[in-house]
């Protein structure tokens, strides 16, 4: 699959309600929809309520998820991550989705702005107890680099199986910055044969998201959850993104997997 990259989706920003963000099932699966045509292979989706809250009650998410597949075939990650009052065992409920094939899991903690997002070892491995039980294949969210030492011992402990998918996370506040002397140096300590993707929090273009491609990268992500900027616009909606990250990653020489290629890429 010379060339080909999958493009990740996020719809849905924690804001709540306004400015456009998807929060109702008609809305979130209309844009995820026409983000699939744009190009998109994969969604990263939240359990939301009417508010935009993460919520215990999937009715919501199980709704859009359906509108969802009834339409296109878009690979599901459900998002067991989120600042929440939820407990460990409530944020692994959206993998209960029978469409679910993947599912992102946070490994580590950190200051999240002026909130500490809250991911401990036992945590960890109870998601991943939960997840190998369902034969859903984790994300695994890295926030800082001593996250990839923590997922080398769930490695040696047969928790996570390889290889791996890793999510790379930059740019959040008091995370670990985009600087490609840095991934490079990451890329490095990735286990043998690892599949890993950029995640590029509060982005203004897509410049990074092509230096990434650029160094190997499996997937990147756009979405109002990171970012509704780009080249100096801000965007309407999703599929907007979408197209603009397709258009860019073509114009490097890449091109956008099908969902059935992201599934051999991510899955195989």
């Not at 029978?98 to 991911?119: E, I, K, M, T």
């Not at 982005?203 to 080249?231: P, Q, W």
């Not at 907007?240 to 397709?246: D, F, I, K, P, Q």
């Amino acid at each position: 699959m010379l060339n080909k990259i999958v493009i990740a989706l996020a719809p849905t920003t924690g804001a709540g309600v306004g400015d456009g963000n998807p929060v109702t099932p008609e809305a979130i699966s209309q844009q995820v929809i026409a983000g699939a045509k744009a190009g998109a292979a994969l969604v990263h989706m939240h359990a939301r309520d009417a508010l935009g809250a993460l919520t215990t009650d999937l009715t919501a998410f199980n709704e859009a998820v359906g509108l969802i597949k009834a339409s296109c075939d878009i690979v599901l990650e459900a998002s067991t991550g989120g600042l929440s009052t939820l407990t460990a065992e409530e944020r692994t409920l959206p993998t209960g989705n029978p469409h679910a094939q993947l599912a992102s899991l946070n490994v580590g903690s950190l200051n999240f702005g002026d909130r500490v997002y809250q991911n401990s070892v036992p945590d960890i491995r109870l998601w991943l107890n939960i997840m190998n039980e369902k034969g859903i294949k984790p994300g695994l969210e890295i926030f800082d680099t001593g996250n990839i030492d923590c997922v080398k011992a769930l490695i040696d402990e047969g928790l996570v199986k390889t290889p791996c998918n890793f999510s790379l996370v930059f740019d959040l506040r008091w995370g670990m910055p985009f600087d490609t002397e840095l991934l490079a140096w990451i890329i490095k300590r990735l286990p043998a044969n690892s599949r890993w993707g950029a995640i590029l929090v509060g982005s203004t273009g897509f410049e990074k998201h092509i230096e990434a491609a650029r160094m190997g990268a499996s997937f990147v992500r756009c979405g109002f959850e990171d970012s509704r900027l780009y080249n100096g616009k801000v965007a309407v909606n999703n599929p907007e993104l979408v197209t603009a990250l397709r258009e860019a990653l073509e114009s490097a020489g890449f091109s956008a997997a099908t969902a059935d290629e992201a599934r051999a890429i991510l899955l195989g």
